[in-house]
């Protein structure tokens, strides 16, 4: 298929990468989805193909073995970019890929030179897929959690349970992030620990996730009960994650997959009126126009989001990212109705993409609590305290 982009936006990023990824992801990923979505299974396929291509490790450093792209890098763009262009055909995968870079990414830069050795290399030699847990039910902050990590002799005990865990750890690892006992400020309380199989204590829930959409990431259930976390498997000082604006840079992740779901969606309905002699309806020509218009606005904002870490002013750039992700939401959200209504009902048959694209931006723009992200911008547009790192 032929996505057009702004003519900056398609100069961002490595281009050989994000060729021969394009080429991949279009010639392979199509045929896979449907099985992937209706058995909610891992796409071990696409991303072993997405590990041959370096992609798994894209925001590890290049003397690390990485492609040496995030927000943070001379390079912020070819990490988004593909995960941009794996979403178009599947939002699950893509999604897969954010959540391991961002395990990589983390292990990479916070890490020590043993832990780097013993978690990152290998994520360099072998396709492997790791989770970043956080989620957890009843917790009333991004950064206070109810699982809990008690100090002693030689690490830690953590006890909790957590949801969400997208790639789970049966093949990688996970960075769980928990509260240390008997400190009440998150900046000393947040403790992130490397799980890995075959830890005593340590159990996965794979039969609770069944979503309606964004079902080819599987996100388990987690449990800890009484596992020891020895110094090696402790990641970063105690509140390191809060201190160093983690969450605010993984903002454009979501992002990108926000804009390449719809941007899938869109191509596949043009293709499919053109296909169908629809084009010469003068209502279509008219909705088509509307519908790329909110497209090319959404890709202009995505792009200046970028651009904005080039700057080096992190609380602006996540900012900036913040607006992109809610634009991005809203304006796929307009489109797919949109889109819809132009493809008619036949087009949402199983054996065609489009409802599960539908599907899986309809679950995974959830990820964004809107409100807040409003009210996030409108605090620091009138001058008064806020936390632009915040998902919700």
């Known amino acids: 298929m032929n996505f057009a982009e702004t003519p900056s936006l398609s100069r961002q990023g490595n281009p ?7 080429s991949v992801v279009q010639s392979r990923f199509p045929a896979r989805e449907r099985e992937y979505h209706d058995a909610a299974a891992m796409p071990f396929e696409n991303l072993q193909d997405l590990f041959e291509l370096g992609l798994l490790t894209a925001t590890v ?44 990414w983390a292990l990479d830069e916070l890490g020590t030179d043993a832990q780097r050795e013993r978690f990152v290399k290998p994520m360099t030699q072998k396709m492997s897929v790791s989770s970043f847990v956080g989620s957890e039910a009843g917790r009333k902050h991004m950064y206070v959690l109810k699982t809990t990590a008690k100090k002693v002799d030689g690490g830690y005990i953590v006890n909790g349970n957590k949801n969400y865990a997208t790639n789970g750890y049966e093949n990688g690892v996970a960075i769980v992030f928990a509260t240390i ?29 069944r979503p309606t959409g964004m079902r080819v990431c599987p996100s388990p259930e987690i449990y800890l009960n009484d596992v020891f976390i020895d110094e090696l498997h402790v990641l970063g000082e105690p509140g390191v994650y809060p201190r160093g604006r983690w969450q605010g840079r993984f903002h454009l992740g979501f992002t990108a997959n926000y804009l390449g779901m719809i941007e899938g969606a869109y ?6 009126l053109i296909e169908r002699g629809r ?31 080039r700057a080096g002013d992190v609380q602006r750039a996540e900012l900036i990212s913040m607006q ?32 599960r694209l539908i599907r899986d931006l ?14 996030i911008v409108g605090a620091a547009e009138l001058g008064e305290s806020f936390d632009s790192t ?3």
Not at 77 to 83: E, G, I, N, S, V
Not at 289 to 295: D, H, I, R, S
Request: glycine share 8%; net charge negative.
């Open 181 to 209: 006992e008997g400190e009440t400020e998150y900046f000393k309380s947040h403790l992130m620990v490397i799980v890995e199989p075959g830890m005593e204590g340590l159990s996965i829930n794979h039969d609770w996730y």
């Open 279 to 309: 084009g010469k309806d003068p209502f279509v020509q008219l909705r088509m126009g509307e519908a790329k218009t909110q497209l090319h606005g959404a890709q202009v904002v995505f792009e200046n989001a970028i651009d904005a870490w």
């Open 324 to 355: 992109a992700k809610s634009i991005c939401a809203h304006a796929a959200l307009e489109m797919s109705h949109t889109l819809i209504m132009l493809a008619g009902s036949t087009a949402l048959f199983d054996e065609f993409p489009l409802a």
């Open 390 to 392: 915040l998902q919700r």
């Open 362 to 375: 309809n679950t995974h723009i959830l990820h964004v609590g809107h409100d807040k992200t409003a009210q």
């Open 16 to 22: 050989d990468v994000l060729a021969a990824l394009e």
């Open 267 to 272: 191509e596949w309905v043009r293709q499919s």
């Open 61 to 104: 450093r290049k003397e690390h073995g990485g492609l040496g792209s995030n927000v943070m890098s001379a390079d912020p763009a070819t990490f988004l970019q593909a995960m941009r262009r794996v979403a178009r055909v599947s939002p699950g995968t893509a999604h897969c890929m954010q959540v391991q870079n961002h395990v990589a």
